[in-house]
């Protein structure tokens, strides 16, 4: 799950939109999480103004991730009707990929096995999710100095982020629990 701390008013969406996103794919460069992604707006607020609930259930069947509580559903995937595989549609496109997850037997595959929670902050991207297009963005994704140009820009961006937790992200707690094996 991710979501901007910009402004609600940002173009691409800001701190009242956040996604829910499975990364998946024969490689990083054919990664299908655009067919695995959904998103969840609030309204006359946005998620700084106090402590949410984000949540996963990852079954054999489905991966499901929901706000605020399993009747807010955010993002569903079903693996009963097709494996990942047939849903990216690898086959189709006429590359020599190579079928990474047939030795699994599950349709789940490749979330038949242990993953990792990772919570993080991360500023800016060179990936498109912030559109080089957007008033203010000191740096072209393209550029082989992103980074340093984003950097290099701070005393105009460095201002608005607030202080202390108003630009942390602060966590109030983690749980996690398995009840049998994915």
């Not at 695995?36 to 990852?58: A, S």
Request: charged share 20%.
């Amino acid at each position: 799950m991710q979501l901007r701390g910009n402004d609600k008013t940002y173009p691409a969406g800001g701190r009242d939109i956040f996604t829910s996103t499975l990364h998946w794919g024969v490689s990083r460069l054919a990664d299908r999480f655009w067919k695995t992604t959904r998103g969840r707006q609030i309204r006359h607020t946005d998620f700084t103004k106090g402590f949410h609930t984000f949540g996963i259930e990852w079954t054999k069947d489905y991966i499901f991730t929901y706000h605020n509580g399993r009747t807010y559903s955010v993002l569903w995937v079903g693996f009963l009707q097709q494996s990942l595989w047939n849903l990216g549609q690898f086959s189709n496109n006429g590359t020599l990929h190579p079928n990474p997850w047939a030795g699994s037997g599950n349709k789940n595959a490749p979330f038949d096995q242990p993953f990792y929670l990772s919570l993080s902050v991360q500023v800016g991207a060179t990936n498109g999710y912030f559109p080089d297009s957007r008033i203010h963005k000191p740096w072209i994704d393209a550029s082989p100095r992103a980074a340093a140009d984003f950097w290099g820009a701070a005393d105009s961006w460095y201002p608005t982020w607030g202080n202390g937790e108003d630009r942390a992200m602060v966590v109030r707690n983690v749980k996690m629990w398995q009840e049998g094996k994915c």
